[in-house]
Nanobody, 131 residues
Framework: QVQLVESGGGSVQSGGSLRLSCNVS??????????MGWFRQAPGKEREGVAT???????TYADSVKGRFTISLDDAKNTLYLQMNSLKPEDTAMYYC???????????????????????WGQGTQVTVSS
């Protein structure tokens, strides 16, 4: 059973930085078709895609975070990261990491609703940015 465990959330002031981590364990699938991503959901809002990365390092980013957030993957540590810089109050949300191994399109918002094709999810970590 694939397990994803996030950490690194917290409270920061506007302009600050945080690095989220997501440790992955238990997968037996070939990582060739791996796609991992970060998603977020604020209270009263729909889930939003933030960024994705696939096995060859190709990334996609939501326009709202492009240039401020960086997604990366450390294979040796089986850990996914999201470096978040220049944080804004509108970045406040619960952040989730997710994974899929089916070879489908690796994108933060496609196909369908953000995250709809991702099979495995972490429990989430809260990020709060104050002005």
């Amino acid at each position: 059973q694939v397990q994803l465990v996030e950490s690194g959330g917290g409270s920061v002031q506007s302009g600050g930085s945080l690095r989220l981590s997501c440790n992955v364990s238990g997968y037996t699938y070939s990582t060739y078709y791996m796609c991992m991503g970060w998603f977020r959901q604020a209270p009263g809002k729909e889930r939003e895609g933030v960024a994705t990365i696939n096995r060859d390092g190709s990334t996609t980013y939501a326009d709202s975070v492009k240039g401020r957030f960086t997604i990366s993957l450390d294979d040796a540590k089986n850990t996914l990261y999201l470096q978040m810089n220049s944080l804004k109050p509108e970045d406040t949300a619960m952040y989730y990491c997710a994974a899929k191994y089916d070879g489908s399109w690796c994108h933060y918002s496609r196909p369908g609703a953000p995250g709809a094709t991702f099979k495995y999810w972490g429990q989430g970590t809260q990020v709060t940015v104050s002005s």
